[in-house]
């Protein structure tokens, strides 16, 4: 044995334990900070939130310690090893072993012998022992009742802070382990070919969206063994009988595999074993029809004669591509029960794969004349396009019709076709002017003439008058039967109530006006032509002025029914498009006149429309305040935002957030609380004395 | 240096040692006491309640303390606390153990009462009502899901009461508002309102689509719609207006109103006189209403935000009676209670034109009218939870601490400077160190490790 | 229309609404709204006005009538405006008959207007002859009246069974026939005096049905 290896294993030994107590001091110091920290925020002097922050500060502090202390650490050399061994040694030191050391660690002569024999009278490792326990036990107590203190004292900080300001969300973090059967899996999506879209792997998604009809492979880590302890079930999310379907898992070597195809609805994907459950949630796209725009010709029309080329333009759009397009003519022959129909094709165009067209405009022509069409047949042009989905009995997609007729000849008279000719001029009718400039005249004239002859003339223009105030009074009232002589029946005690009263000859309007357009007994009056209905009563004042031979107390009613009869040709006039023959009931006459009598029947109760807001606002509130465990709680959510695409867009996509929220570790809460407002369950209602509440506006 | 001296630096720095580690002794069962509390109470008489949850740290002061009776325990508080810390201090203040028992208002509050009311409509509903005299704080409602609403001030315009209506709420149903928590636990309690509605009116379209609104909020309704003197299209089964069967009568023709609707009301019944059913005989005995006016409907205002002027209505001129709603200054919706029961007149005749002709939303809102016209006939509550509430004290707990501890101590002197307490209880009881003390603990504690460091090393020894 | 302080009714009275749209032959038949306002009165007492309406599909007014009658020959292809006005009638609540003056499955008003309606409210399906409607108020033990017409040598020559309707939350939206009834009861009816058996008791049931569901 020499000396010099137990001294410098002994050298080595003091440095040990002083890099453990500085290291143990270090940490010591930084739980010190931390536990400071903890109770700074606890008292509220420190505003950091977030213990991470605590943790980060007492690390510095150790390391800043821990390397000061070794920077200023006294290195145990074998000199020094050598003093320690020294002191340790049982008696007085003769320092024999320091000097032996200082010369250089001589194998030979006294000063070794010495030295040796020094070393040996020393229990080296008993002192190391010892020293070791002087060194690191302080440190060492320090460092567990710092820690126990911090922990303490982290624990009241965030009951505290529970109790304070309670986090209305819990972050919802996953659990680091979590290595299993269906973490990670990995998903494939291949479109329909017709789609000519590439297969995208999505790796370890929890939701997809994809297009209908895409084929879907869940893959995973298979454990070994001839099983596959794995279930599969899809069903749909929105469907009320929402049975789920057991899908097959495979073997691929390794891997298990599951495939499904998405569909045009929600589904979801669940996953188990007996330890483990996972989900995924399936957002199906349907292939929408093309949307197709027709746009020329831009009205409908009606053509005198079946000659001539209507251009025919359309635009249409598809989200994947469209395969043909074609405008449809049908054309309709016949009237009363006889109709025939044909259909035409005219300009079908085609787009082939593999090239998707998802964007054209089609044009055509259609030849009227080669059509064979005849006065009264009807056109109805429309495009329509389909895409390449493969379900042939898919709808298509289809533009607003436009209709073309071929006028008949005889049907020149209806406004149908054109604004409505006016009617045939009944010539033997004298207008009102001329009336009334021969009134005048036969005024200035009737000094000149003799009673019996100015009687005579003064009476003819009352025939005049008559029949003119007779034609009038057809067009004062616009009766819903057709009848429309204003002196039809009226008389007192007819049972007639149009709104108007017969007194003498003049007709004048009852006082109460209400009810001229809905009475129920007779013809209701639609309307009343005011200006006429004047007109009227000034023609029957002149007329009996003119019987009675007063052509000049004639001439101030006439020239009245002349001024009314100019304001109803300034009036606004409608044409109308024709009246079907219109029968009246007579309600009265009629009234439980039946052979036959009903009978006591029952009327089922209709169910009460869900009230989604509220119920989803329900399960929100039941997975927070309940005990969901992380994963199923991040289900629950995507369930939830894929139930509400359709109808609640901005809950969804509150919902897709707080889903993001938490995949990244984040709080939910504002996402949470904005899903909620989204849903508004919460109205505030104007406060009354009632307490049962207000109906609201 | 001599020997004696050396002994006396180490007796010295055995003593900075000792004190040190006992200094350090002491933080540490102060932190494990503040640790296990939670939050230490407050040996000092000034007890402060920081959040409504503190009635452990009451108990601890209350069971522990070795007050007299002449001392006096003021308490300044920042929160209106809970019903029990306020019914223990209620004891605590009448039973004289802690002596005179007196609190200063540092809340901000200033009274406020909340009721929450399980609605009788089938679908469920909360309705609450916040009472506050004038305030320009901001009012929060919450519950366990978070904010659900904030008003921003009680202005003149909405006077002193604030009530919403929950199609949904969660647990821990509270208003925050100046400080102070109000807070009414929403009962679980089973709804046993009955949820059958019977409509006396004639075939047409206001009473089909009146059934058709009330079924889809959920009510059952009952009817006779008489097609002939004596075929009938039956809906149910009862005919017959009964307090037992039918949570409210809608009546909305004039005619064959059945004269036991009037015993039925009386009885506790509530009913509701729509459209032409106001102008019924009996509605005019019950609701003392007046005026044979009819208003016409305003041309195109069932697409505006004010659907309801789109209907020709019948116009009131009424009296003894409370107006839900009105329009141009004229009530078109009246409340009464006659004997034990309610009635609703509404003066809005062909209410089905708000849904067929209205805007997208005029089905939903033409239902929601007919449910809330029924909901305000409901003469009895749904469910009488704050009858059944523990801490009844709850809906206006500024009140109740007043009640159970007087008026509250002026919260500053004269001179502006916070009150002290005139008398501070001396004995410890428990942990007597709050934790206030522990950094002046640590403190002292590294200080005497420092010097006595500082000692040692001044000596030469490592 | 008429109101009395001492409880008189006054109730708005039943207005037969016939829908006018821009294709085709709306007004193929026009008897039949008096027809029926004339059975209802024969047969009940539910106020109705005594003559019906014409209204426009593309317009709004067609809103104010919750039963709407529909018929023609010719194809029908509704316009966006018509599209868009039905499609919001029948969401309110509104009640379509639509009723194929063909009496013909391979008619063009058969194939346009099933195509067009299933474009604004989904397929037609069969309804069951013992549907309420047959029973609210005229009990029809074997389902829709047979029409003379059904077998009048035009059209399908077909006796059809049954009713199609698209029906929703236990509410008719859409009836449709193919029965004819719009040549059965177009007559005047004052003729139905030379009848042994009235045809158009169906159409009691029907506004029943659509004044009570």
């Known amino acids: 044995m020499t000396s010099r290896p137990s001294v410098g294993f002994v050298a080595r030994q003091l440095r040990h334990i002083a890099r453990i107590r500085h290291g143990l001091m270090a940490v010591a110091s930084g739980m010190a900070v931390g536990v400071i920290a903890s109770l700074m925020h606890t008292m509220g002097w420190l505003a950091a939130p977030e213990s991470i922050w605590r943790v980060g500060a007492a690390a510095i502090v150790a390391a800043s310690v821990f390397a000061w202390l070794r920077i200023r650490a006294i290195g145990a050399t074998p000199l020094v090893a050598a003093l320690w061994i020294e002191e340790q040694s049982p008696g007085a030191p003769d320092f024999s072993l320091v000097t032996w050391v200082e010369e250089g660690c001589p194998s030979e002569g006294a000063l070794a012998r010495a030295a040796h024999a020094r070393l040996a009278a020393t229990d080296v490792m008993a002192a190391i022992r010892q020293l070791t326990y002087q060194q690191c036990a302080s440190p060492l107590v320090f460092l567990i009742g710092a820690l126990l203190l911090w922990w303490r004292a982290e624990s009241a900080s965030v009951s505290d802070a529970a109790s304070t300001t309670p986090r209305a969300m819990p972050v919802v973090v996953e659990p680091a382990d979590r290595k299993n059967v269906l973490h990670p899996w990995d998903i494939e999506v291949v479109p329909p070919s017709y789609a000519m879209r590439r297969a995208e792997r999505l790796g370890d998604a929890s939701s997809v969206r994809a297009l209908a009809g895409s084929r879907l492979v869940v893959s995973g880590a298979a454990p070994s063994g001839d099983t596959l302890p794995l279930t599969a079930t899809v069903r749909a999310i929105r469907s009320d009988s929402g049975q789920a379907v057991a899908l097959p898992v495979d073997r691929d070597g390794d891997r298990w595999l599951v495939r499904t195809t998405v569909q045009g609805i929600p589904l979801a994907m669940v996953f188990a074993n007996d330890t483990v459950r996972r989900q995924l949630v399936i957002e199906g796209v349907a292939d929408t029809v093309p949307r197709v725009t027709l746009q020329a010709p831009i009205r409908d029309s009606v053509f005198r004669t079946a000659n001539g080329t209507v251009p025919l333009a359309a635009a249409i759009t598809d989200d994947i591509g469209l395969a043909n397009a074609l405008f449809e003519v049908v054309i309709t022959s016949g009237e009363g029960e006889r109709f025939t129909v044909r259909t035409v094709a005219v300009g079908t165009q085609r787009w082939s794969m593999p090239a998707l067209t998802r964007r054209a405009t089609v044009r055509a022509s259609l030849d009227l004349a080669t059509l064979g069409l005849q006065p009264g047949d009807v056109l109805h042009v429309r495009a329509m396009a389909r895409d390449h989905h493969p379900d042939r009995d898919r709808d298509l997609g289809r533009s607003e019709t436009r209709a073309f007729r071929i006028a008949r000849p005889s049907e020149y008279d209806s406004v149908a076709v054109e604004p409505a000719p006016p009617p045939a001029v009944d010539t033997s009718l004298i207008s009102q002017r001329m009336l009334l400039l021969l009134t005048q005249k036969l005024d200035r004239r009737q000094r000149a003439m003799p009673r019996p002859e100015v009687i005579r003339e003064s009476q003819r223009l009352a025939r005049d008058q008559a029949r003119l105030r007779l034609a009038v009074g057809d067009v004062v009232f616009q009766r819903l039967s057709g009848e429309s002589s204003a002196e039809h029946a009226h008389s007192a005690g007819d049972g007639h109530d149009h709104g108007v009263e017969l007194q003498g000859g003049k007709l004048t309007l009852k006082s109460e006006g209400a009810g001229l357009l809905d009475e129920g007994n007779d013809a209701p009056v639609i309307a009343i032509n005011q200006p006429l209905l004047e007109a009227y009563n000034a023609m029957w004042d002149a007329g009996r002025a003119l019987e009675q031979g007063d052509p000049h107390a004639a001439i101030p009613p006439m020239q009245r029914a002349l001024e009314a009869i100019e304001r109803s040709r300034a009036a606004s006039r409608l044409y109308l498009r024709g009246r079907p023959p219109q029968v009246i009931v007579d309600i009265a006459k009629v009234r439980l006149t039946g052979r036959d009598t009903g009978s006591t029947a029952s009327r089922s109760a209709r169910g009460a429309l869900p009230a989604p807001a509220a119920a989803r606002d329900r399960r929100l509130m039941t997975w927070l305040t309940g005990s969901l465990a992380p994963a199923a709680f991040r289900d629950s959510l995507a369930l939830l935002r894929i139930e509400a695409l359709g109808d609640a867009p901005a809950f969804a996509s509150a919902l897709g957030s707080a889903i993001d929220a938490l995949a990244a570790g984040r709080d939910l809460t504002p996402s949470l609380v904005r899903a909620r407002r989204a849903l508004g369950v919460v109205q505030g209602v104007v406060p009354s004395q009632w307490t049962r509440g207000v109906p609201r506006q | 240096m001599t020997s004696l001296a050396w002994a006396g630096r180490r007796r010295f720095e055995l003593f900075c040692r000792l004190g040190a580690i006992v200094l350090l002794g002491i933080a540490a069962l102060t932190v494990w006491s503040h640790g296990r509390a939670g939050r230490t109470a407050s040996r000092s008489s000034v007890f402060t309640i920081a959040t409504p949850d503190s009635l452990r740290a009451l108990r601890d002061l209350v069971v522990r303390n070795e007050t007299r009776a002449q001392d006096t325990l003021v308490m300044p508080l920042r929160v209106i606390p809970s019903a029990p810390v306020r019914a223990a201090l209620g004891t605590l203040h009448q039973s004289g153990i802690a002596g005179t028992v007196t609190w200063q208002d540092a809340t901000g509050a200033r009274g406020a009462a909340l009721t929450v009311e399980l609605e009788g409509r089938p679908q469920g509903g909360v309705q609450l009502r916040l009472a506050q005299p004038d305030s320009t704080d901001l009012v929060v409602l919450r519950d366990a899901g978070g904010i659900l609403d904030s008003i921003d001030a009680f202005g003149s315009l909405h006077g002193r009461v604030r009530q919403w209506q929950l199609a949904s709420a969660g647990e821990g149903l509270a208003v925050r508002l100046s400080g102070a928590i109000l807070s009414a636990p929403l009962s679980r309690t089973r709804n046993d309102t009955v949820h059958r509605v019977l409509v006396i009116a004639s075939p047409g379209w206001e009473s089909k689509f009146v059934m058709a609104a009330l079924e889809e909020r959920g009510w059952r309704v009952e009817s006779r719609l008489a097609v002939t003197p004596k075929a009938a299209v039956m809906v149910g089964t009862s005919t017959a207006p009964d307090v037992t069967r039918h949570a409210a009568v809608v009546v909305l023709d004039s005619m064959n109103v059945p004269t036991a609707l009037a015993a039925y009301v009386r009885r506790g019944g509530g009913v509701v006189f729509s459209g032409d059913g106001v102008r019924s005989p009996l509605a005019r005995e019950l609701m003392t209403v007046a005026g044979d006016t009819r208003v016409p409907a305003v041309p195109g205002a069932l697409l505006t935000a004010t659907p309801l002027d789109g209907l020709e209505r019948w116009q009131f001129g009424a009296r003894d009676a409370i107006p839900l709603l009105r329009t141009a200054g004229r009530p078109t919706v009246l409340a009464v209670r006659i004997g034990t029961g309610r009635a609703i007149v509404s003066g809005y005749r062909n209410t089905w034109q708000w849904r067929m002709m209205g805007t997208d939303q005029g089905q939903a809102d033409h239902a929601d009218w007919w449910d809330a016209l029924v909901q305000a006939a409901l003469p009895i509550a749904a469910s009488p939870i704050n009858a059944a509430d523990p801490a009844p004290g709850d809906a206006a707990p500024y009140a109740d601490q007043v009640a159970q501890l007087g008026a509250p101590q002026p919260e500053q002197g004269p001179s502006g400077e916070l009150q002290r307490p005139h008398t501070v209880s001396a004995s410890a009881v428990g942990w007597p160190l709050s934790i206030r003390w522990l950094p002046w603990l640590v403190g002292l504690a590294f200080g005497a490790l420092l010097v006595e460091w500082a000692s040692r090393r001044l000596r030469g020894e490592p | ?213």
């Open chain 3, 1 to 213: 229309m008429s109101g009395d302080a001492r409880g008189v009714s006054i109730a708005e009275p039943f207005v037969f609404a016939t829908a006018q749209y821009e294709s085709g032959d709306w007004d193929s038949a026009p008897l039949v709204p008096a027809n029926v306002i004339d059975s209802i009165a024969r047969y009940t007492n539910l106020p109705v006005r005594p003559q019906g309406v014409i209204v426009p599909l593309a317009s709004d007014a067609a809103l104010q009538y919750p039963l709407l009658y529909l018929t023609g020959h010719l194809p029908v292809r509704f316009t966006a405006a018509e599209r868009q006005v039905l499609t919001r009638y029948l969401d309110r609540g509104g009640l379509l008959f639509v009723d194929d003056h063909n009496h013909d499955v391979d008619g063009a008003f058969h194939k346009t207007i099933r195509e067009e309606i299933r474009r604004v409210a989904g397929p037609l399906v069969p309804l069951a002859n013992t549907h309420e409607l047959y029973r609210c108020f005229f009990t029809f033990e074997n389902g829709p009246p047979t029409t003379s017409h059904e077998m009048n040598g035009w059209g399908d020559n077909l006796v059809h069974e049954q009713l199609d309707a698209i029906v929703r939350a236990g509410r008719i939206r859409v009836l449709y026939s193919n029965k004819d009834y719009s040549s059965e009861w177009s007559f005047h009816p004052d003729n139905k005096r030379f009848l042994s058996v009235d045809n158009t008791k169906f159409a009691v049931n029907l506004v029943v049905y659509a004044l009570t569901r």
